[in-house]
Each structure stands twice: as C-alpha cells, then as structure tokens.
C-alpha cells in the first residue's frame, strides 16, 4: 500500500473531482511538481482538509489558494526581504522555497525545492503565523498529511485540537478556467463571509469565527479580488 493509499484510506476523498491537465500546469509554472502532489490534487480537488489546511491547487477558485496564481512568488519575495533585512530568520534558501498551501491561521506550507530538479525529494517546511518559527518535515506532503492525521506527527504550529473533530476533507467550487477566479456569493450577491474570514487569517489579519467582518478586511478583500 502506497503512502497515497493510506490517506485516501483515512481521509476518503469526493466522488467526482476535476481533471488538471499537469503538462499545460507544469509549463505554467516553469517546473516539474512532485508525483505525490498531482496525486493528491487529482484525487481530492481543490478544497480543505480538517476545515483548516488549504493545499493550493491549479483549480482553486480563487488566485490567493491557486497553485498557478501570484501567492507563491509574493511569498517567496517577503521571505527573500526578511532574509535580507534581518527581519525574521528563514532557515532555508527563499529562492528554494515555493509556497503551496495555507492554513486558516495563516501559517503557509513550502515545498523545499532542493535538489531542484528532482521533485519526488523535496520536503515540507511550514512557517509561523506571523512569527519567526519554522517546521520541517523530511517528506512530500503526502506524507507529511499521512503522519499528522495518524498522530505520529505534530506540528507546533498547529492547534492542538486539530484532530478533535475527525479527518474530513471540504471541496471547494474548482474554477473553470484561470480567467474565472471569481469568489464565491451569496444568495442577493454578497460575498461569502467563511472565504472572506478564510482570505484574511491567511493574509495575517484577525478576524472572529462568528459576527460582523470589519469593513477593512472586506475592503482589503475586494481590492485583493478587484470585486
């Protein structure tokens, strides 16, 4: 049994997923992905694992959690700024980090592309919620899933209670093409408010899981989205 196998058995995924077409994906990018990762993405689609963790996907809805989209080059910046200015530490290479998930927290999760060219061996580094901690994991992600779900892994860096509620994982609507980004609405044409609250966590913002959402964040949201 395949470490695949061993979390479709513990976290079943959809019946029905997209289709990804990986060679136009790969071109995108300008890389090679792991085989574990295209596994997983074809397997479950885009979506959420435990309503918390976010693995971004070429069919995301939405660029910020889109695989193909502007997150993982922001990111790799602010990182090379921090590493430069002093700002907080970065224990690996920025130019070797490639942001590929999100939690609700905010806490993002990188491939560490080293060696370069053979992406079956790249590990999971995950960095602290607007802090200076990081957690590495020697493995793909979807060994590093594997192992958090089965309690033989935890990582600092998330809640304890992680697993209180099950292993579950949540689809998100896929997008049909990468010109239809658009987030989801609301019956009479508001927005969502779980994928606003979801957007700013993982932008650093603090936001109640319940209650009014502050008009800054929605504003800073509409700007991010051009709603």
């Known amino acids: 049994m395949t470490t695949t196998d061993d979390l479709l058995r513990l976290c079943p995924p959809p019946t029905a997923t997209p289709v990804v ?49 502007p997150t993982p080059t922001t990111i790799r910046r602010q990182l090379q700024h ?3 200015s002093g700002t907080h530490p970065v224990p690996h290479d920025p130019q070797q980090l490639f942001a590929m998930g999100v939690t609700d927290n905010g ?23 607007r802090g200076p901690r990081w957690y590495t994991h020697q493995g793909g992600i979807t060994d590093f899933l594997r192992t958090i779900f089965t309690g033989r892994e935890h990582v600092p860096l998330f809640p304890g209670d992680l697993l209180d509620q099950g292993i579950s994982f949540t689809p998100s609507r896929a997008a049909t093409s990468r010109q239809q980004p658009h ?16 957007w700013a ?11 009014r959402i502050p008009s800054a964040i929605i504003d800073a949201y509409k700007q991010a989205h051009d709603t």
């Open 107 to 129: 806490e993002y999760l990188f491939w560490i592309q080293e060696p370069e060219n053979t992406p079956d061996e790249w590990n999971i580094a995950v960095n602290e919620a």
């Open 82 to 84: 921090d590493h430069d």
């Open 183 to 198: 987030p989801k609405q609301l019956a009479g044409g508001s927005m969502s408010s779980e994928e606003i609250r979801t």
């Open 21 to 69: 077409n990986w060679p136009a994906v790969e071109q995108s990018l300008g890389m090679r992905l792991p085989s574990d990762y295209k596994q997983l993405a074809d397997a479950y689609g885009p979506g959420s694992f435990c309503g918390f963790l976010h693995l971004y996907h070429p069919l995301a809805p939405t660029d910020w959690v889109n695989l193909t989209g």
């Open 201 to 211: 966590r993982a932008h650093g913002y603090e936001v109640n899981d319940r209650g």
